[in-house]
């Protein structure tokens, strides 16, 4: 930036010098010198254009000076280094004049959703309406450029009165605009957005990336806290973004040395207590902070594009586990897994499959594939279908997981050959206290008995409540009620004990009719 107002502070002395008097000393030697080498004709355009030279020279400098003494800027949607460059003035102009600025990031809540039920040309449609509603908010001066595909970033130009509170207004003011419905194909569709900010009041460092790196830190603390959220960045944003960035690096080599692997929660039968499987949950053994859970690192896996990577290591283990629970004589006839959308999209994710269950010498029917809901909501691509629809003709059980969050339609159960849904915790909990969630529950189990599909609780805590569900119908339950996630050093004594525990039990009998 200093460079650029070096040549700019250049070409203004340049433009001076060649409008001021001084320059009216050369034109006769410049006439001279035009008749000696060209004759008459050269004469003629010389005097004729020097005047007409130093007319177009000192209108562009007159223009130009105004614009920088009015402080213009580029308006508009701005490239991103264009932005820098703006940002990093801003920062140079408050340094000096003591005034205000702020960075603001914004994020279009949902954006992949809405990419993936309405399709890239819908999701840029809305894109630009947002674009140009945000535009039409702020002030000709300010600075506006996108990141990517739903990011964006608004540099507010130096103001006396710019503080926390303005910047709070100026946020609630975008989100107004925002959640107006948008057209798409002559239909309104709602969208939100999170929005973090950063005065420059409260940068340590002045330069554009430190600053525009605050403002997107607080943005992802907004997202964090839900959609259509707000957040102000602040010294605590910025030891927490460091602890994240820190935890981040520290997971992609927790990957390579073997401290994340599944720990492994019971599904038990209704009928008998019999076990009928185990869950594989992610756990990241920290040598320092603990067990942390995959709320806390499924982000970085996600950002860096280790998804995959994750959900080999994890079958590798599973399986592992199952070839040791067959050589113990226990039985236990499935292994569920999670597989990610990233995994699904994998051409090559079925002739891996097979690979690895005949590494282990397991047939493809002690595998559960649990898919998320959502994953078949979102209009799944061909090859997710392909993916789901072929590890089901491998003999693979599929699991439709958390059922009851996201928008499956029956006819997308019937095609992915879905062969059990695990209801969803929270239809689960205090079901056995509540009406209503009695009554949600039995109509899922009434329509999964309809369709000929096993069924499967998650999140049963209590007695009453792993009572009801069998009453109701559920072919299967999992939770802390049943057994907390264990590690596979632990699976053995627990698959022990629970069957000296249901020997002679009785059985839980279920509502007929």
Not at 67 to 93: C, I, K, N, T
Not at 99 to 117: K, P, S
Not at 120 to 126: D, K, L, W, Y
Request: glycine letters at 8%.
């Amino acid at each position: 930036m200093r460079k650029f107002l070096f040549v700019d502070r250049c070409s203004e002395t340049l433009r001076i010098f060649l409008t001021g008097p001084q320059v009216l000393a050369f034109i006769p030697a410049a006439c001279l010198a035009a008749f000696w080498l060209g004759g008459e004709r050269a004469l003629v355009t010389t005097a004729l254009g020097l005047p007409l030279a130093f007319a177009v020279i000192g209108n562009w400098g007159s223009r130009s000076y105004t614009a920088r003494s009015s402080g213009m800027r580029p308006s508009g949607l701005v490239p991103y280094d264009v932005f820098q460059s703006e940002l990093e003035a801003l920062s140079e102009s408050v340094s000096k004049s003591g005034e205000n600025a702020a960075c603001i990031a914004i994020a279009l809540d949902g954006y992949a959703e809405l990419q993936d039920l309405h399709g890239q040309a819908a999701a840029t449609h809305v894109k630009q309406q947002f674009s140009d509603r945000i535009l039409s908010i702020i002030r000709n001066q300010d600075i506006f450029s996108q990141i990517d595909q739903n990011r964006f970033l608004i540099g507010l130009h130096p103001s006396p009165h710019l503080d926390l509170e303005a910047c709070i207004q100026m946020s609630g003011r975008i989100q107004s605009a925002v959640e107006e419905p948008l057209l798409l194909n002559g239909t309104g569709v709602y969208q939100s957005c999170s929005i973090g900010f950063c005065l420059h009041s409260d940068l340590r460092q002045a330069e554009a990336d430190e600053w525009i790196g605050a403002a997107t830190a607080a943005l992802s603390e907004a997202q964090r806290s839900g959609p259509s959220t707000i957040r102000a960045y602040s010294t605590a944003t910025r030891r927490r973004s460091l602890v994240r960035a820190n935890l981040r690096k520290e997971f992609e080599a927790a990957l390579d040395n073997g401290e994340i692997r599944p720990w492994f929660q019971p599904q038990v039968s209704t009928d008998n207590g019999n076990i009928t499987g185990f869950e594989a949950l992610a756990r990241w053994e920290h040598p320092i902070k603990g067990v942390l859970s995959p709320q806390v690192f499924l982000p970085f896996a996600e950002q860096a594009e280790l998804m995959e990577r994750l959900g080999q290591i994890m079958r590798h283990h599973a399986f592992e586990a199952m070839q040791a629970w067959d050589r113990a004589a226990c039985v236990v006839p499935r292994i569920g897994i999670n597989f990610s959308s990233d995994e699904l999209r994998n051409p090559g994710l079925i002739d891996r499959l097979k690979w690895e269950l005949d590494q282990f010498d397991l047939t493809p029917d002690r595998l559960a594939v649990e898919i998320l809901e959502t994953v078949f909501s979102r209009r799944p691509d061909d090859v997710i279908t392909r993916n789901v629809t072929g590890m089901a003709a491998l003999g693979c059980c599929i699991d439709l997981d958390d059922f009851g969050t996201g928008h499956a339609s029956i006819a997308s159960i019937k095609r992915f050959d879905v062969s059990r849904i695990k209801i969803d915790r929270t239809f689960v909990t205090k079901s056995d206290q509540d009406p209503s969630q009695q009554q949600l529950v039995s109509a899922i189990l009434t329509m999964a008995e309809r369709l000929n599909l096993e069924t499967l609780a998650e999140g049963v805590e209590t007695p009453g409540e792993h009572a009801l569900m069998a009453q109701l119908g559920s072919n299967h339950v999992q939770g802390f009620g049943i057994a907390e996630p264990m590690p596979f050093e632990q699976t053995l004594d627990w698959i022990a004990a629970h069957r000296a525990k249901i020997r002679g039990a009785s059985k839980i009998g279920r509502k007929m009719g």
